[in-house]
């Protein structure tokens, strides 16, 4: 069973940064994709950042220069570096892994960002 630690959410001013941590256990994370998506009230859960067990990044366009992933497979850890953050990105954020395109995400509990002034 998956289990997951996420941490670094908060209230933070418009122009400041976050970063966003999510520790796995249970899997061989290496093997694993991994990555965050938001869901801001009213809406749909939407990607913000994924990144491949080999290391191939993707981000959404309303993140791209602003967010960066990583990954640590040594501490079984995926993080999410937000920068210039804006009203827009609150939402409350949820990590994922996934063993293959074709199987279900597992999904973290969730953290919260509140971009406010």
């Known amino acids: 069973q998956v289990q997951f630690v996420e941490s670094g959410g908060g209230l933070v001013q418009p122009g400041g940064s976050l970063r966003l941590s999510c520790a796995a256990s249970?899997?061989?994370?290496?093997?694993?994709?991994t990555g965050w998506y938001r869901q801001a009230p009213g809406s749909q859960r939407e990607l913000v950042a994924e990144?491949?067990?080999?290391?191939?990044?993707n981000y959404a366009d309303s993140v791209k220069g602003r967010f960066t992933i990583s990954r640590d497979n040594a501490k079984n850890t995926v993080n999410l570096q937000m920068n210039s953050l804006k009203p827009e990105d609150t939402a409350v954020y949820y990590c994922?892994?996934?063993?293959?395109?074709?199987?279900?995400?597992?999904w973290g509990q969730g953290t919260q960002v509140t971009v406010s002034s």
């Open positions: 249970g899997i061989t994370f290496s093997l694993f994709a």
């Open positions: 990144i491949s067990s080999g290391g191939s990044t």
């Open positions: 994922y892994v996934r063993r293959y395109s074709n199987y279900p995400r597992i």
